[in-house]
């Protein structure tokens, strides 16, 4: 498995480095979710969205190394979160709730900074096959509460609301917005099944060759050599 590009060895040297390189990324998330916990200033408040980015981009990272190819998108999110996360039977409890977190946390935050205070969002159920990027015409609309809840057991929880009526702090809201589903992010309870997963996938690129060679690209590209 020598690779004079990267000057890993042998599959123990990878390994090696492997849990040193897990290890620094999971201590960094660690301090960064505390810095995001601890308001800065006196009467500050935590700061839920970098604490929530800073995670999914973790989790993302760590299914770039599950693919092989450093280049993060839903897919590989959704792929590692479901493998590694949580175990077997709860998968399909949160899988709805991980793809509406990457849609309308995720992406909004990355690119508006804020995410909408209600999506409209297709119902899996009532979807079109082959045509899932269509909004069909019952879509959930769903608000959304993040926070850090240290005595709450689910990590992700979407909950029916029935319709109602939103309301938000100044300057508030234009016109009348109704949702009727909310979904329900513990940044703690997330982080720590973050962690958690990674010696799942440690124990794997241990034992598995392919695992091992897809870790050894991705190093060619975070560590590129002339």
Known sequence: ???????FGDPKQLISFAEQFLSGQTGR???DIAAC????????????????????????MLGCLYEGNLCGRKK????????YMWLEKEVTEYEEALDILYETLRHKVAHLSHPYYVTRFPDPDKQKKGNSKKLNKDPKRITWEVGFYEDRLQTLTLIPTGKEKLSIPAPGLPWD????????????????HAVASVSR????????????EKFEKC???YYPKE
């Open 1 to 7: 498995m020598a690779n004079s590009k990267t000057g």
């Open 29 to 31: 998330l660690r301090k």
């Open 37 to 60: 916990i601890t308001p800065g200033v006196p009467g500050g408040k935590p700061a839920y969205f970098p604490a929530l980015m800073t995670l999914v981009g973790f989790i993302e």
């Open 76 to 83: 590989i999110f959704l792929q590692y979160a479901k493998k």
């Open 177 to 192: 917005v109704y949702y009727d589903h909310l979904l329900r992010v513990d940044i703690t309870s997330f982080a720590n």
């Open 201 to 212: 996938y440690f124990d794997d690129l241990k034992r598995e060759r392919i695992l091992q």
């Open 219 to 221: 190093m060619q590209t």
